[in-house]
Structures are given as C-alpha cells and as structure tokens.
C-alpha cells in the first residue's frame, strides 16, 4: 500500500500501539504478531481492484471505513483492545460510519463501558452512554447497541433510563432479548425489588414475545435468596422444572437456592430439594456439594458432612479446598482439634494446598485456645509453602500473644508485618493496647495511643474503653475520667462497656458518690444498664447499709429487661445477711430456684459465710464435702433443704454438724 493511498486511521494505528508498548500492556513481541495478524486480513478482505473509474470512486471512499472496522473487529476479539483506545477509534470511524458500521461501534461501546476506573476513565457506563447519543445520529442502532445502553444505565445507577431504553426498543419494532432484560433484573433484585423482576420475567417478558433464559430465573433466585425469601425461591424453581423443556432449572439454579435454604437455617429442605435436582438428573457439582457440606458443618451434623464428603470423591468429584476448608471449620467450632487436623492431612494427601483461609483458622483455633508456640509452628509452615499471610493471620497471633501477656513475642509479630509491607491498622494497635493494660504497663499503652495518633490513626470506641479500663484497674481513676471526657470530645459516644468499666472501677476502691453518678448518667443517656452494672450498684448499696434501695434497684432489674443471674443472687443474699434478715435470704433462695438458677459454690460460700456472720459454727469442712458430694450428683434441693433447716433453728452450737452428717 502507497503512502498516497494509506489510510488515515494507521496513523492511529501506529499510535495506539506506541502508547500501549510505553505503558508496558503491550509486548514488542505481541505487537509484531498483532500487526502481522491484523494488516493482512484486513487487506484480504478489502474489494479487490476494479477495472473501471467508478469503482476506483467507489474504493476510495469506502476502503477506509471497511479496513477501519475489521481492524477494531480483530482487536476487540483478541482482548488488545483497550478504553483509551475505543475513545480513539470511535473518533475515527463515526465521522466515515455506514450503516454496517453498527457492529464495529457495538464493540467500542462495550469497552468503554466495560472499562476499569482509572485516573482517564472513571465513568466508563456513563462515558458509553455519550458515545450512543453521538452514534444515533449517524448510524441506527440496533438490538445489541440497545443492550449495551440498558446494561450502561443500570451500571451507571439509572434504572429509569434502562427501562427507557427498553421502551425505545418496542417503539422502533425490535425485538428484546432475554440478554435485554439482565441488567435490569439484576438491578431490580440489587434494590431488593424481587417483586418486580419475577413480574418482568413470569408476565412481561412473554407478553413481548420474550422467552427467559435459564440465566433470567437465576438471576430472581439469587435475588429471592438474598432477601431470604427462600421459600418463594422453591416454588420457581419447581414452576420451572414442570415448564418442561422450556426453560428447566439447571446445576446453578439449584446451587443458588440451596446455599440460600442452608443459610436460613432450612437444612431438611436443602436437603429435600437435592434429593429432587438428583431424581431430575441433574449432576451435582463440586459448588453443590460444597454448600451442602458447608450447611452441615454449620449446623454440627458432621458425620453427615463427611457422608457428603466420601459421596464426592465416590461420583469422581474433587473436592476443592473451600470444601476442605468448611470441614476443618466444622471440626475447629466443636473444639475437635485431632479431627481437624486429620481432614488438613486428608487434604493434602489429595493434592488440595491449604490456602490462607486454611492456616488462619488453624493459627486462630490454636491462639484462643492459648498454644502460641503451635500457632507459630503453623505461621512458619505457612511461609514456607509460599502461602503468603494477610492481616487477619497476623491479627490472630497478635491478640494470641497479647492474651498470654507475652510482649515480646507480640512486638516481633508486629514488626514482621511492618517488614513484609502490611500496613499496622487501627485494629493492629488496639490489641498492642491491651496487651499492655492486661500488663499493668500503662505508660507503654498511653505512648502507643500517642504513636497510632500521630500515624492518623483515630481512636475508636473499643481503644478508648481499652485505656480507661487499664488505668481504672490500677486506680488512677482521675486519669480513666480524663480519657473519658477526651472520647467524648472527640465525637464518640459512650457504651455500655464503657459505664461498665467505670462504675465497676470507682467501686472497686470504694468511690461510691462517683459510682452512683454514673449510673444515673448512664441513663440519663439512654444507655440501659446490663446485668453487670445492676450487680455493681447493688453490692454498692448494700455495703453503704442502704438495703431498701438495693431491693428497689432488685425489682427494677425485670422492668430494664435484665434477668438477674447467679451473682446478683449471691449479693443479694450476702447483702441480707449483712442486714441480719434471714427471712429475705429463704426468700431468694426459693426465688432463684423458681426462675431455674442453680446455686453454685459461689451462692453456697455465701450462705457458709453470711451464717457464720449471725454466730453460727458449723463445721465448714464437713459442710463444703458435703456441697460438693450432692453438687456432684446434681442434688442442689438437699443442699438447699440443710441450710434452711439450720437457719430455722438458728442453733449456735455445734450440733449443726451432727444434724447435717445425720
């Protein structure tokens, strides 16, 4: 081809493929096969020389366009067409468009509008849909340059445009397809407006003369399962298996509506409905039976699980790790360390590499369970099986470390995270916090908190309750009601965490003014106290002699929607016999009985010590072996029935410890 008779988009050409080999997308080696590939074909394809002048006219006028649009056409299919590029081309081709150009423009509006956010296209949907109104104008659109428009609306958050362009398409006598149709479903269910999406596909769509697709239906489905409409789910997926051929449920759609049943807890109709995808000969797959051995392991029916388990491997299909992974959950949320381990083995034996999910349960399980060393053990393993640590495995061995108190091995684990190039977030500090309140070290958990500001950290609720919690507990309260009011400056709101820690705090070294003033804040803000608080301010009252507000703050507790537990009893209890009024204490104890509660060796020193209070000297030996004997047995009504018969007779001499062995 002459430099004369070239045509002008190869300029573009050529710098298309200049900007793409400088930002390294394009190799030079793929960019020789491109234009080796491209350049021939596109001039096979070109009308062959014509004798006369009119078709000389003819070729002149149209070569350009032609060679433009199946160069766009072999880009587009070989995915070496970029947005930038599209942009390009478009202005290129629209000006020369003929009527046949709709294809090669179809394929520029879709990769604009498919195009990733970056610093030149943050817009790509609403980009696409400028390109479409400037196209209109020059070539007549047609039903794929309308799907493209709908999909770009919806994607650009206007429904109302989508459904706009749908009506446009009615109005021009083309015909919808059930691919029109998607996005706006898809969008409709995204708006949990599954109403009117099953309304579009049972009624609209055939009134269009529009059969749905299979990919139609499971788009409701997973709409219906995500707004836990699961039953309604069923029921189409049965219209559709009795629709015969027309538009049965396949292999997804049975997937989409179990996973949902599982996760609504519905594990019998799961089941129920797999059993039917089995009788309407539909195959399993590996996703299907994952969600099934998933659900089971959520619910503890592991044997069922590995049933499932061995069924897969019988129907020759692999179990992936995800499922693996769901099965060592399993074993791991019982407390079956030996079982979870054996399914890692099993695993591994059959070629499935443990993934980081894998080690981050396994590294967790073993942290709260207080085996660091273990944990590190694992963290090792995993680095050395180039399986690379997230934020979340390093979060577990932090808090790990924390709880033992072990400062050392903590700090190393955060400096291996700054060293492998994982950011120290908020999280990250609030555990290097209460590592070192739990420490008593509370200089070092003020410089952290100084430090984490100073990184443009901000304090949230749980550092704050962190730090007045350390200083509350080694008494520099002043400074625990100095943090305090600094969160609340900072804009954040108190919980009822937060009033726990205090009033428990200001009881504890007896500022019972301060405590008090508190509570009546805490309410005051409309947080309700929980049953901690109301335990706290009770013993509190009592020790200051004020029995009858106890026992009002006492009845208050059912009208706040707290239950009172053991230890509200057992204060209650010692509280009376501080009072000298045996009467009460029979009464609580018949009390607590009703409501279900079982006395515990706390509620039972109690009753020894608030006895002993009043003059009487039971033998203590004898009594607590003989708690224990019928604790053991479950016989707390004999233990119950001794102490009343000792408070009736009040007899303070040591024929109690005859009465009792008696």
Same mark, same amino acid.
């Given at each position: ?343 890692? +083995?099993? #695993?591994?034996?059959? /070629?499935?590499?443990?993934?980081? %999910? !894998? =080690? $981050?349960?396994? @590294?967790?399980?073993? *942290? &709260? ?80 908190? +100084?430090? #984490?500001?100073?990184? /443009?950290?901000?304090?949230?609720? %749980? !550092? =704050? $309750?962190?730090? @007045?919690?350390?200083? *509350? &507990? ?82 208050? #507790?059912?009208?706040? /929607?707290?239950?009172?537990?053991? %230890? !509200? =009893?057992?204060?209650? @209890? ?89």
């Amino acid at each position: 081809m002459s430099s004369r008779t070239r045509p002008p988009w190869l300029k573009k050409l050529k710098r298309i493929i200049g900007r793409r080999l400088r930002s390294g997308s394009l190799t030079p080696e793929a960019a020789s096969l491109l234009c080796d590939e491209v350049l021939p074909s596109i001039q096979r394809l070109s009308p062959q020389p014509a004798v006369s002048a009119a078709a000389d006219v003819w070729r002149a006028e149209r070569r350009p366009s032609w060679e433009l649009e199946q160069f766009i056409g072999k880009c587009y299919r070989s995915g070496d067409l970029g947005p930038e590029d599209a942009l390009d081309l478009f202005d290129e081709l629209l000006p020369q468009a003929r009527p046949g150009s709709v294809y090669a423009l179809n394929q520029l509006l879709t990769t604009v509008a498919r195009a990733p956010v970056s610093s030149t296209m943050r817009e790509g949907p609403a980009l696409a849909v400028s390109l479409f109104n400037r196209m209109v104008k020059k070539v007549a659109p047609n039903i794929g340059t309308y799907n493209i428009l709908i999909s770009c609306c919806c994607g650009a958050g206007c429904l109302n445009l989508g459904f706009a362009a749908l009506g446009q398409i009615i109005k021009t006598g083309l015909r919808p397809q059930a691919m029109t149709f998607t996005p706006l479903l898809r969008t409709l269910c995204a708006e949990k407006r599954t109403s009117d999406a099953v309304n579009i596909v049972v009624r609209r769509m055939p009134e269009l003369g529009c059969t749905p697709s299979v990919f139609s239906y499971n788009t409701l489905l997973k709409g219906l399962c995500a707004e836990k409409k699961c039953e309604e789910a069923v029921e189409l997926i049965h219209m559709m298996a009795e629709g015969g051929d027309n538009c049965p449920p396949d292999v997804v759609s049975y997937n989409t509506v179990i996973d949902g049943l599982f996760k609504e807890g519905e594990i019998r109709k799961a089941y129920t409905l797999f059993h039917e995808m089995l009788d309407h000969g539909i195959p399993p797959n590996v996703v299907t039976c994952t969600s099934i051995i998933d659900g089971l392991c959520k619910v503890k029916a592991m044997d069922k699980a590995e049933e499932v388990l061995r069924q897969m491997i019988d129907e020759h299909i692999m179990p992936n790790c995800t499922t693996y992974n769901s099965l060592i959950h399993g074993y791991l949320s019982l407390g079956q360390w030996k079982e979870a381990v054996r399914i890692h +083995n099993e #695993m591994s034996r059959d /070629g499935q590499r443990p993934n980081v %999910v !894998t =080690y $981050n349960m396994l @590294i967790d399980c073993l *942290c &709260k369970s207080g085996w660091c060393a273990e944990a590190r053990d694992i963290f090792n393993s995993m680095i050395q099986s180039s399986e690379k640590p997230n934020v979340s495995t390093y979060r577990s061995l932090l808090h790990g470390y924390a709880t033992e108190g072990n400062l050392v091995e903590m700090n190393n684990v955060k400096d291996l995270m700054v060293q492998n190039g994982m950011r120290l977030d908020l999280h990250v500090f609030n555990i290097q916090l209460y590592a070192y309140c739990k420490c008593g070290r509370l200089d070092d958990a003020i410089l952290t908190f +100084n430090k #984490m500001q100073q990184l /443009g950290l901000m304090p949230d609720i %749980v !550092t =704050y $309750n962190t730090v @007045i919690d350390g200083l *509350c &507990k080694i008494g520099r309260l002043d400074d625990a009601m100095s943090q305090f009011s600094q969160m609340i400056h900072d804009g954040l709101s108190a919980n009822i965490i937060t009033f726990r820690i205090l009033i428990h705090g200001f009881s504890m070294y007896g500022k019972w003014e301060k405590t008090e003033e508190l509570f009546y804040e805490m309410m005051d803000r409309g947080i309700p106290p929980d049953v901690n608080v109301f335990n706290a301010m009770i013993d509190k009252l009592f020790k200051e002699g004020k029995v009858t507000e106890a026992q009002k703050l006492f009845d208050l #507790m059912p009208l706040a /929607g707290v239950k009172p537990d053991i %230890v !509200t =009893y057992s204060t209650m @209890i010692h509280g009376y016999f501080l009072a000298g009024e045996v009467d009460e204490v029979m009464k609580l104890l018949d009390d607590m009985l009703s409501i279900g509660l079982k006395p515990t060796a706390v509620t039972f020193n109690t009753l020894l010590d608030g006895m002993v209070s009043m003059g009487l000297k039971p033998d203590v030996v004898t009594c607590k072996t003989l708690i224990d004997s019928c604790c053991e047995d479950g016989r707390i009504e004999d233990v119950l029935t001794v102490f009343r018969e000792m408070l009736s007779k009040a007899d303070k001499t040591d024929t109690i410890t005859e009465n009792i062995i008696s």
